[in-house]
């Protein structure tokens, strides 16, 4: 539980990773703070995906995400502000990195972005999808947190 400020290139690095992604998650969460007392913003964007989904994505909006909205609403951007502070803290970083994989991962599904080529350009994509797995595979006694699995 000591706070580490000791390690390997690669554990620093992982821990690089995991501060920016930290950082980074609570930014967004931020940005949706109002989603805590208002829907509305949620459903616009969730509808206006509904709107140029295919096959896949329109399943998803319609089963799961327009059904849930009033509980997304307040679960995305509680969820990323608490996968924020894990990841800069180090505080479970393992655990906050796979769930906070999962919440990506169900922003692209719906939105459909996974099923284009221009997901693999995408600053959204890859390169968050890459760092919370690398994390979640590799983000145990890492430098610069206070270290809890």
Known sequence: MAFMISGNPQARGLAVLRLLLGVFFIFEALGKRAWLFD????????????QGA???????????????????????????????????TGTYTRLA??????????????????FNYAFLTNGFGLPVLGGLLALALGGVGLPFGVNKK
Do not use: D, K, Q
């Open 54 to 88: 295919g096959p896949y994505s329109r399943w998803y909006l319609e089963t799961v995400c327009l059904p849930g909205l009033p509980i997304f609403a307040r679960l995305v951007p509680l969820g990323e502000a608490a996968a924020g502070l894990a990841l800069v």
């Open 39 to 50: 829907t509305g913003p949620l459903s616009t964007m969730l509808n206006t995906w509904l």
């Open 97 to 114: 990195a796979f769930m906070a994989l999962l919440m990506v991962l169900n922003f692209h599904v719906a939105s459909g972005a996974i």
